[in-house]
């Protein structure tokens, strides 16, 4: 099973908002909604954001809204705050009875 | 609040054993499909191991396959990995999700 696929790094200024792809195929990501997104800052614990495509982890602003189109899922966080610097990674459950995590994307906030 | 929580991580010699452990409350384990994960230092993270509900169905990366055991039991609301021929490698924290929930980690270290 390959990884699913986001881009190394993006960035945006405090206010603005950014999105996060995710694309998989139609062996994950494209066939189910168990879909989810990860925030971990430096040195700390992988923390749970979005969990099936869209739906928030308790306590989770909902600056951060999750989506899917086909083989892709998105991560969108509006009004961009200094605190939102840090990697983001998404999973899809797969057709195998397995997870897939993506390779992490590094949030930059200029 | 629903939470999970590991525990069982340490420090293991190469060629070592370890078990981790993962509690469920405040939701219903037995609903869930039940996984590990982890994340070497620097790296990101890797699915290794699946169990559904009524253990009918188990699965493992290829990395961690026939080296690692995971188990649950229900009555416990409990997940465990059974950790086997240790290697350098597996240095890692170790997670437990659920499509709905993830664990805070557990670090296993694995040195000489």
């Known amino acids: 099973q390959s990884a699913l696929t986001q881009p190394a790094s993006v960035s945006g200024s405090p206010g603005q908002s950014i999105t996060i792809s995710c694309t998989g195929t139609s062996s994950d990501v494209g066939n189910f909604n168990h879909v989810s997104w990860y925030q971990q800052h430096p040195g700390k614990a992988a923390k749970l954001l979005i969990y099936?495509?869209?739906k928030w982890s308790s306590g989770v602003s909902n600056r951060f809204s999750g989506s899917k189109s086909g083989n892709t899922a998105s991560l969108t966080i509006s009004g961009l705050q200094a605190e939102d610097e840090a990697h983001y990674y998404c999973s899809s459950y797969t057709t195998s009875s397995t997870w897939v995590f993506g390779g992490g994307t590094k949030l930059t906030v200029l | 609040e629903a939470q999970l929580v590991e525990s069982g991580g340490d420090l293991v010699q190469p060629g070592g054993s370890l078990r981790l452990s993962c509690v469920g409350s405040?939701?219903?384990?037995?609903?869930?499909?039940m996984n590990w994960a982890r994340q070497a230092p620097g790296k990101g993270l890797e699915w290794i191991s699946y169990i559904t509900s009524d253990t009918s169905t188990i699965n493992y990366a290829d990395s961690v396959k026939g080296r690692f055991t995971i188990s649950r039991d229900n009555a416990k609301n409990s997940l465990y990995l059974q950790m086997s021929s240790l290697r350098a490698e597996d240095t890692a924290v170790y997670y437990c999700?659920?499509?709905?929930?993830w664990g805070q980690g557990t670090l296993v270290s694995v040195s000489s």
């Open positions: 099936d495509v869209s």
């Open positions: 999700f659920t499509s709905r929930y």
């Open positions: 405040g939701f219903t384990f037995t609903a869930y499909s």
